[in-house]
């Protein structure tokens, strides 16, 4: 008995052509050879199919380093949380973004109308798929303005690796931004904690004086109040346990000048407003937003998103730090004199500094001279991140905001209303606003003469007429 016998199934099974070799006997036959040769070049081929398969997949996996869109998609990419979505991927941005289309290419989109007697729980939850499709889509389609070859990304074979350089450029330019923010916003309203305090100082001063009129008394100097300003270097020790922090921090409605309230605040407890329990992680309606922190509880939409605060913090982001010093001053941007006593005061421009020829972040972003709804969310949430201590960008610290809620909502007060709408119509009036600020000498806010011509048309046609009337 051969020792192949033991190992193999006997003539009568059916062979399979790499697991079953030809009996064998004491002599091998020619043909035992042959077949034997013929397995093994078998086995050989299936073992090179193998080896070929093992490497695809390994390839599938490592990043394709020699393929030139990775750099310039994670340079691309800077601009993705900026403009496109704060708290999305880029996979799940494509990915919702198609599905909407699709469904709107097969008569699916937008659901089927709900009947006149459904309750209001039923219209505000069908308000919200709707909304939540439509923000869907709009996420997509900026995310199409931000890359114009995004089809050609995602039908690549390592769509996988162009993702993650674009996620990782997008982290970095958050990580960039934050770092900016953190000193400007500390900045800006210990400038303007600054100028309340030192009018505050001169009433009281005023006041003594005027006391002392009447009793020869000697009005006491005016004095600096011993203000907690915020460290601009640091995001320790902000939120509500600062001062200056909690009063921009602080929801509209809410008394922060109250005592017991700034205790609940700081201790995590809950506040309660007319018999009602608030949640505090959805009050997103806070100074911070509104110009010099002066808000209508009866109309939060007044003068929301319209401050220089925010104003300038985009500017810093989008148009670089040399246009925030070409602004105009407002209510919002004086500084105080320099006596030693008030915060730090910003850097300025040197005389001789030039402009730089870089690209702004603006233009990156392909915003074409126009602030965008997602791009002020953009701002309003660093900028709240920046005067808290929160650790996380989704978790809420103690009584903060959700984050994502934050951004959705501001997203939605420029996005939402439908076209034709009076909220459209302030929504743009806000938007239009920003234009004027962020982007005054912009080619696209170039008024045109009212017949359409420039002047350099209007001359030319001029003096062709009178060549006319000569001749």
């Not at 921090?249 to 700081?266: F, H, M, Q, T, Y």
């Not at 006596?339 to 870089?358: E, H």
């Amino acid at each position: 008995m051969s020792h192949f016998s033991s190992s193999f199934p006997s003539s009568s099974s059916p062979r399979h052509p790499l697991t079953d070799l030809p009996p064998s006997s004491p002599q091998h036959s020619s043909d035992d050879n042959m077949a034997l040769r013929e397995v093994i070049t078998l086995l050989k081929g299936e073992i090179q199919h193998l080896r070929k398969e093992k490497a695809d997949l390994q390839a599938q996996k490592a990043p394709k380093k020699n393929d030139p869109r990775i750099k310039g998609l994670r340079t691309t990419g800077r601009q993705f949380y900026r403009v496109v979505h704060l708290f999305e991927s880029a996979h799940v941005a494509v990915s919702e973004g198609l599905d909407h289309e699709a469904a709107m290419a097969n008569n699916e989109w937008p659901p089927e109308e709900l009947d006149d007697d459904a309750s209001e729980e039923e219209k505000l939850k069908y308000d919200d798929e709707i909304r939540e499709g439509e923000r869907a889509h709009d996420t997509y389609k900026a995310f199409r303005k931000l890359i114009p070859e995004l089809d050609s990304v995602v039908l690549s074979d390592n769509v996988k690796d162009l993702y993650a350089s674009i996620m990782s450029g997008a982290t970095d330019g958050r990580s960039e931004d934050l770092k900016k923010i953190t000193v400007a916003v500390a900045e800006y309203v210990n400038e303007r904690q600054y100028k309340m305090d030192m009018a505050a100082a001169v009433a009281v001063t005023d006041l003594a004086s005027m006391e002392c009129g009447s009793s020869n008394r000697i009005p006491e100097p005016l004095t600096v109040p011993k203000i907690q300003y915020v460290d601009p270097t640091s995001r320790q020790g902000r939120g509500f346990q600062n001062d200056v922090c909690g009063f921009w921090l602080c929801p509209v409605g809410i008394n922060w000048l109250d005592e017991s309230i700034r205790a609940k605040l700081r201790n995590g407890d809950n506040i309660i407003s007319d018999g009602v329990e608030l949640d505090l992680s959805q009050e997103v309606a806070i100074p911070l937003f509104y110009k010099n922190g002066k808000s209508n509880e009866h109309d939060l939409e007044d003068g929301l998103f319209m401050t220089m605060l925010l104003v300038k913090l985009y500017q810093i982001i989008f148009t670089a730090p040399s246009s925030v010093e070409d602004e105009a001053a407002d209510d919002n941007d004086a500084e105080p004199d320099n006596s030693g006593n008030g915060p730090r005061k910003r850097l300025r421009k040197a005389k001789n500094q030039t402009a730089s020829s870089r690209e702004t972040n603006a233009e990156k972003s392909n915003l074409n001279g126009k602030v965008t709804g997602r791009s002020i969310a953009y701002i309003a949430c660093l900028a709240y991140f920046g005067l808290t201590n929160a650790a996380n960008w989704r978790t809420p610290l103690g009584n903060s905001v959700s984050l994502p809620y934050m951004y959705t909502w501001a997203v939605d007060f420029f996005e939402g209303p439908k076209p034709g709408s009076q909220a459209r119509a302030r929504a743009d009036r806000v938007l239009e606003w920003w234009n004027k600020k962020v982007f005054p000498r912009h080619v696209s806010r170039i008024i045109a003469h009212p017949n359409g011509q420039s002047s350099s048309q209007r001359m030319r046609a001029q003096r062709a007429a009178k060549e006319n009337v000569r001749a």
